[in-house]
T-cell receptor, first 113, second 116 residues
Framework: EAGVTQSPTHLIKTRGQQATLRCSPI?????VYWYQQALGLGLQFLLW???????NRGNFPPRFSGRQFPNYSSELNVNALELEDSALYLC????????????FGPGTRLLVL | AQSVTQLDSQVPVFEEAPVELRCNYS??????LFWYVQYPNQGLQLLLK??????LVESINGFEAEFNKSQTSFHLRKPSVHISDTAEYFC??????????????FGKGTKLSVIP
């Protein structure tokens, strides 16, 4: 069974640009979570999607947004990039509301110059 | 709000020695508990979890953790470490109920270095 996949693996952008990160969950999983792992700040929850709906978001500004598609894959968009957005962005999936265990992908490393 | 404290940021240990990585949590409601491992330049891998039932949980590679409700702890142990165990270990919780109950709250991680 394939795990969670993320693309691209690395992304380099300049300040002010927009970044789009993608995630495909494990087959049969309906929930997708996004986390940011920034140096010195640890792992922080960003967004949670289930069945195409945004269920919750963490303490991040509105320029962090996303969506979940009918096939349960997800996209994270970061607008007006700032230097401090440089981080590893991790996607995780689970079997929706009935399952609490989250399985993580390899991450997308975003560097903002 | 819930929080997770991993008391040791770095733990060096000799190969074949035992190790304990400490994790304490704070929450006003019941929690589910997880340990994840992160190897350099990789994502997180689930090591073990406590959802319900026996408070002692084990992984396939020799790690174990015990949920202690009275001490609000979920320490990770291994009786004999290998070089390949060198990695960063994260303790995480999610709430049984309430607002924000599904996302994970992580500790700051413990870097385990196994010395040959």
């Amino acid at each position: 069974e394939a795990g969670v996949t993320q693309s691209p693996t690395h992304l380099i952008k300049t300040r002010g640009q927009q970044a789009t990160l993608r995630c495909s969950p494990i087959s049969g999983h309906t929930s997708v979570y996004w986390y940011q792992q920034a140096l010195g700040l640890g792992l922080q929850f960003l967004l949670w999607y289930d069945e195409g709906e945004e269920r919750n978001r963490g303490n991040f500004p509105p320029r962090f947004s996303g969506r979940q598609f009918p096939n349960y894959s997800s996209e994270l968009n970061v607008n007006a990039l700032e230097l401090e957005d440089s981080a590893l962005y991790l996607c995780a999936s689970s079997k929706g509301l009935a399952e609490r265990t989250q399985y993580f992908g390899p991450g997308t490393r975003l560097l903002v110059l | 709000a819930q929080s997770v404290t991993q008391l040791d940021s770095q733990v060096p240990v000799f190969e074949e020695a035992p190790v304990e990585l400490r994790c304490n949590y704070s929450s006003s409601v019941s929690v589910y508990l997880f340990w994840y491992v992160q190897y350099p330049n990789q994502g997180l891998q689930l090591l073990l979890k406590y959802l319900s039932g026996s408070t002692l949980v084990e992984s396939i590679n020799g790690f174990e953790a015990e949920f202690n409700k009275s001490q609000t702890s979920f320490h990770l142990r291994k009786p004999s470490v290998h070089i390949s165990d060198t990695a960063e270990y994260f303790c995480a919780v999610s709430l049984h109920s309430g607002a924000g109950s599904y996302q994970l709250t992580f500790g700051k991680g413990t870097k385990l270095s196994v010395i040959p």
